[in-house]
């Protein structure tokens, strides 16, 4: 298993789309296994792929409080969505140290393929719904701060890009 560099905020390659998974193969599993190494080390609970710059349709989620109830989303799809909303507080691993509040469907319902490649439906709601449209958004190429006012997304960047040169003195 390995540790993977994620992409941080503003980087361009973010804002890709993610293609389908076309194979559940050798290659997959090394991904997902890598993920949750990545995932678990930044203390996060959720990571998709194009954080990680592999721009396939694949999701690692664990909300358990003990780390040890892996989520693997391989081509997930929401298939409904609630249309009440909640203002729930996200953080994202790409925008680390920053928190707000986006408003999300309080209930999902979302279909993927599992680790072994078989069909599953998942119902969700509180966190684990909050995580899986914050990923999936990930997989359409948007970031969570391109729900927050044009004022806080600059500051946002213009934070983002300092840290980056000071990390690079
Ligand atoms: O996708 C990511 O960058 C992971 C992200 C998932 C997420 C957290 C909170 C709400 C929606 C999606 C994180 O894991 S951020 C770090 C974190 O562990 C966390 C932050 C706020 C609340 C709960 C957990
Ligand atoms: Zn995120």
Known sequence: MALIPILLYPDPRLNKLAKPVQAVDRRIHQLIDDMLETMYEANGIGLAASQV??????VVIDISQERNQPLVLINPEIV???E????NEEGCLSVPGIYDGVERSSAIKATALDRSGKQQNIEAEGLLAVCIQHEMDHLLGKVFVQYL????RNRIKTKMIKLAREELR
């Open 53 to 58: 710059d592999v721009h396939e349709r694949l």
């Open 80 to 82: 409904w969505a609630s």
């Open 84 to 87: 009440e909303k909640h203002l």
């Open 149 to 152: 006012s044009p004022l806080k």
